[in-house]
Nanobody
Framework: QVQLMESGGGLVQPGGSLRLSCAAS????????MGWYRQAPGKERESVAN???????DYVDSVKGRFTISRDNAKNAVYLQMNSLKPEDTAVYYC????????????????WGRGTQVTVSS
């Protein structure tokens, strides 16, 4: 059983900052890629940021230069630092972790958090 718990969402003014955290717990042998997705009302879920096991990062164009994804392998955690927030960043943000539970079975799957609300408004 693996569980992801997001935190750090909230209400901020345009131009403000938030730091999202996601910690994975349970039976985990190793973690591959980790990422953040978001979904606004009436829109499809989109990938916001991704970080590989080697530390390579990728961002959707709309957040480049403003958001930074990072990970702490010792804590099985991934973070998203969000600066210069805009109203269009308003969405529910979901943590995604691709993991392997057992050493002797090479089977990986995606685990998802339940989401944390980010609202950017005056």
């Amino acid at each position: 059983q693996v569980q992801l718990m997001e935190s750090g969402g909230g209400l901020v003014q345009p131009g403000g900052s938030l730091r999202l955290s996601c910690a994975a717990s349970g039976s985990i042998y190793s973690i591959n890629n980790m990422g953040w997705y978001r979904q606004a009302p009436g829109k499809e879920r989109e990938s916001v940021a991704n970080i590989t096991s080697g530390g390579d990062t990728d961002y959707v164009d709309s957040v480049k230069g403003r958001f930074t994804i990072s990970r702490d392998n010792a804590k099985n955690a991934v973070y998203l630092q969000m600066n210069s927030l805009k109203p269009e960043d308003t969405a529910v943000y979901y943590c995604n972790v691709r993991l392997r539970e057992r050493r002797n079975i090479f089977y990986e799957y995606d685990s998802w958090g339940r989401g944390t609300q980010v609202t950017v408004s005056s």
